[in-house]
């Protein structure tokens, strides 16, 4: 059973760092790509980062360009991202997702319904 787990969220200023983390189960982590979305209340899904199954490429969102940073360790099976000049409108739930067909064009990264499966998220808070 596919499984995605998030944690590392959490209150945070603005100015700020955070590493979120995913842990993944059930599946062959290295043989797909992976990516990071965030929602806010009220409002869907919004794809901010991807990455291929070997880690060597990296897309971003242009909203988060230069601040984020996704990675990830095939033999941990984990998934990271790099939050850094955190800012009030990073506020969001934080999730991970698999993409259902292995590795992805950047514009198939973008689109969150290409994804099979998402975890349950981790908050991040940004605020003095």
């Known amino acids: 059973q596919v499984h995605l787990v998030e944690s590392g969220g959490g209150l945070a200023q603005p100015g700020g760092s955070l590493r979120l983390s995913c842990a993944a189960s059930?599946?062959?982590?290295?043989?797909?790509?992976m990516s990071w979305g965030r929602q806010v209340p009220g409002k869907g899904l919004e794809w901010v980062a991807g990455i291929l199954s070997d880690g060597t490429s990296t897309y971003y969102a242009d909203s988060v360009k230069g601040r984020f940073t996704i990675t990830r360790d095939n033999a941990e099976k984990t998934l990271y991202l790099d939050i850094n000049s955190l800012k009030p409108a990073d506020t969001a739930l934080y999730f991970c997702?698999?993409?259902?067909?292995?590795?992805?064009?950047?514009?198939?990264?973008?689109?969150?319904?290409?994804?099979?499966?998402w975890g349950r998220g981790t908050q991040v808070t940004v605020s003095s």
């Open positions: 059930g599946f062959t982590f290295r043989n797909y790509g």
């Open positions: 997702g698999r993409f259902r067909w292995g590795d992805f064009t950047r514009v198939q990264a973008m689109d969150v319904t290409l994804y099979d499966t």
